[in-house]
């Protein structure tokens, strides 16, 4: 039984316009699902991804009207968005740059070629060239050209203070292995690093785990990171996995239905909310695929209630 990659990561924006036009209009990520946090409808919940809405593609956000994240440990301290290769990434640091983005300059990293920016709330993302193969799902309707668009997650790098409870959830409970070491750098001071590969290929199905024991832990909020889900293909893989986490006393939280995949949270001993989902039924179940995301999606569970959620939702005045 094994995880085949990431399968989406969510994070918190205190700005969903704004959220908005950085994703789609500077990243060039198509908005595949507009929706709400379905624990709070209150709060939107925003989903981009690749042109065909692909699982492992999805950086997703929760609209709640919070501070600042604090950085620290027990977090998600990097999102790696794949490009296609090391000329990509220069063709990025142009566009960044003359976007006026917050970026650094192109580096190695884990013996990658990397461009680390921020959004414009501080969601540190980094784009990595990847030349390992995959079919890329562009969106045509994306500012960014063709062959320099995201094709998906990966690597995504947490910190934790201990590396050994960490490592004994994500090797003998979640089947992954520890592939390598390396140093992170990081403010002038290399951090220890290691990375864990699940079932596939290349950066898409790597978690890198940082390891500072002396930090103090992030305080929630936005431009942080709410929790990353991993892959897992279909509804029997996935009750075995509920199975599995439950005979190892993890406290999961589910399985939970959310209409386009199936759920299971659980918290790593280091503070980091995880998330196993299922590959499907997918974005399309309830739109059209050419027209996702351009109306307010709900679930069926939901649809009652339309009328009182949209009431309480803010317009998302697109910029």
């Given at each position: 039984m094994q995880l085949t990659g990431f399968h989406h990561l969510t994070a918190v924006t205190a700005d969903a316009a704004r959220n908005h036009s950085f994703y789609t209009q500077t990243l060039g990520l198509r908005l595949v699902k507009k929706t709400v946090n379905q624990d709070d409808t209150s709060a939107y919940h925003l989903f981009y991804a690749d042109g065909d809405a692909s699982p492992g593609t999805d950086i997703t956000f929760f609209d709640w009207p919070a501070p600042r994240e604090r950085r620290g440990a027990r977090s998600v301290v990097s999102t790696g968005l794949r490009v296609g290769g090391e000329a990509s990434l220069a063709w990025w640091q142009t566009r960044l740059g003359t976007?006026?983005?917050?970026?650094?300059?192109?580096?190695?990293?884990?013996?990658?070629?990397?461009?680390?920016?921020?959004?414009?709330?501080?969601?540190?993302?980094?784009?990595?060239?990847?030349?390992?193969?995959?079919?890329?799902?562009?969106?045509?309707?994306?500012?960014?050209?063709?062959?320099?668009?995201?094709t998906g997650?990966?690597?995504?790098?947490?910190?934790?203070?201990?590396?050994?409870?960490?490592?004994?959830?994500?090797?003998?409970?979640?089947?992954?292995?520890?592939?390598?070491?390396?140093?992170?750098?990081?403010?002038?001071?290399?951090?220890?690093?290691?990375?864990?590969?699940?079932?596939?290929?290349?950066?898409?199905?790597?978690?890198?785990?940082?390891?500072?024991?002396?930090?103090?832990?992030?305080?929630?909020?936005?431009?942080?990171?709410?929790?990353?889900?991993?892959?897992?293909?279909?509804?029997v893989q996935h009750d075995a996995w509920a199975a599995r986490l439950a005979e190892a006393g993890a406290h999961a939280h589910g399985p939970i239905d959310r209409f386009y995949f199936r759920s299971l949270y659980f918290r790593e001993p280091g503070g980091v909310l995880f998330e196993i989902a299922t590959d499907g039924p997918g974005f399309g179940a309830d739109e059209p695929m050419d027209a996702l995301g351009e109306k307010l999606a709900l679930p069926p569970f939901l649809e009652p209630q339309r009328a009182e959620i949209e009431r309480g939702l803010k317009p998302l005045v697109t910029r």
């Open positions: 976007l006026g983005v917050k970026h650094a300059p192109i580096t190695r990293r884990d013996g990658r070629a990397v461009l680390d920016l921020e959004d414009p709330e501080g969601q540190r993302l980094s784009l990595v060239a990847d030349d390992t193969p995959v079919i890329p799902h562009r969106w045509k309707k994306s500012p960014v050209r063709a062959e320099h668009q995201i997650l990966g690597p995504i790098a947490m910190s934790v203070p201990a590396l050994a409870p960490t490592e004994r959830v994500l090797t003998q409970l979640m089947n992954m292995k520890r592939v390598r070491d390396y140093a992170w750098p990081q403010d002038g001071v290399d951090r220890e690093a290691h990375v864990f590969q699940m079932g596939a290929d290349g950066p898409q199905a790597e978690l890198h785990v940082l390891v500072e024991p002396g930090a103090a832990p992030a305080r929630p909020g936005a431009g942080g990171v709410h929790h990353v889900a991993f892959r897992t293909p279909d509804r």
